[in-house]
Nanobody
Framework: QVQLVESGGGLVQVGGSLRLSCAASGIIVRLGAMGWYRQAPGKERELVASITSDGSANYADSVKGRFTISRDNAKNTVYLQMNSLKPEDTAVYYC????????????????WGQGTQVTVSS
């Protein structure tokens, strides 16, 4: 079982920055792709950024150029550096990770963190 714990959320003014962290713990075989999702009140959860185990990153158009996803495989941790924050970035941000069982011929197992609140004030 893998547990994901997000941290780094908070209240920030427009144009400010935050760095989110998500640390995986527990019984880890190998972490595959990891990503950050967000969900605002009354809205669907959306993918913000993802990163493969090799470090290839993808971003939602709404955050491209402002957010940077990275990972430290040695620490089983994924980060989201958020710059030039806008009010529309306000949401609960969730970490997501795949546990890679490909060496065993099995499909990846997916995990979610509990979420961390990011609020951008105007």
């Amino acid at each position: 079982q893998v547990q994901l714990v997000e941290s780094g959320g908070g209240l920030v003014q427009v144009g400010g920055s935050l760095r989110l962290s998500c640390a995986a713990s527990g019984i880890i075989v190998r972490l595959g792709a990891m990503g950050w999702y967000r969900q605002a009140p009354g809205k669907e959860r959306e993918l913000v950024a993802s990163i493969t185990s090799d470090g290839s990153a993808n971003y939602a158009d709404s955050v491209k150029g402002r957010f940077t996803i990275s990972r430290d495989n040695a620490k089983n941790t994924v980060y989201l550096q958020m710059n030039s924050l806008k009010p529309e970035d306000t949401a609960v941000y969730y970490c997501n990770a795949d546990e890679d069982y490909s060496d065993y011929g099995l499909d990846d197992y997916n995990y979610w963190g509990q979420g961390t609140q990011v609020t951008v004030s105007s």
